[in-house]
């Protein structure tokens, strides 16, 4: 079955980008037909859903992280990656990378990994 | 922008009861709706997408309804697994969660 893995950095310093990979297992990001996605989750607060890219690399980005975010995938790999610039405290949550059966519906998940923004 | 309220924000349940959580949109989504639960330390999982299409694998005891604006997730028998909250989503446009309703045990 598809499995998504969330790696990357646990701790970014204030004003730097933060960058995460999903690695998909069990299936073909570049088969087509599914979307995927990052979401994030503020310490105990709702989700926060920050953009998805299709196989062929078009994107659509959440407009209030518009400006900082860029979703990538490298169909080689299996992956695809998200960047966040000029992090802020604000930016500390847990991110998860989603597999979407349309756009945004999310029917499978990664673990999610936990990023810090502190100096 | 389309806000997203849900109600209760939280309730306490007994194994066995009927529960019923309710998600409004600010304005007409149609039925571009999908709710999720999550568990402590653990990712969301989608239980219904399209306000009633019940996701493989879930329980029958959870059931969507709802068009446009109003919308309802209900659990016919709460089981000690469904412990956990709950999260509409819209998927009408630039997609964005409900705040969530917690159900814990009475």
């Known amino acids: 079955q598809v499995q998504l893995q969330e790696s990357g950095p646990g701790l970014v310093k204030p004003s730097q980008t933060l960058s995460l990979t999903c690695t998909v297992s069990?299936?073909?990001?570049?088969?087509?037909?599914?979307?995927w996605s990052w979401i994030r989750q503020h310490p105990g607060k709702g989700l926060e859903w920050i953009g998805y890219i299709y196989y062929s690399g078009s994107t659509y980005y959440n407009p209030s992280l518009k400006s900082r975010v860029t979703i990538s995938v490298d169909t080689s790999k299996n992956q695809f990656s998200l960047k966040l610039s000029s992090v802020t405290a604000a930016d500390t949550a847990v991110y998860y990378c989603?597999?979407?059966?349309?756009?945004?519906?999310?029917?499978?998940w990664g673990q999610g990994t936990m990023v810090t923004v502190s100096s | 922008d389309i806000q997203m309220t849900q109600s209760p924000s939280s309730l306490s349940a007994s194994v066995g009861d009927r529960v019923t959580i309710t998600c409004r949109a600010s304005q007409s989504i149609s039925s571009y709706l999908n709710w999720y639960q999550q568990k402590p330390g653990k990712a969301p999982k989608l239980l219904i997408y399209?306000?009633?299409s019940l996701q493989s694998g879930v329980p029958s005891r959870f059931s969507g309804s709802g068009s446009g604006t109003d919308f309802t997730l209900t659990i016919s028998s709460l089981q000690p697994e469904d412990f956990a909250t709950y999260y509409c989503?819209?998927?009408?446009?630039?997609?964005?969660f409900g705040p969530g309703t917690k159900v814990d045990i009475k």
């Open positions: 399209a306000a009633s």
């Open positions: 989503q819209q998927s009408y446009s630039t997609p964005r």
């Open positions: 069990g299936g073909s990001i570049s088969s087509g037909g599914y979307y």
């Open positions: 989603a597999r979407g059966m349309t756009t945004v519906t999310s029917d499978i």
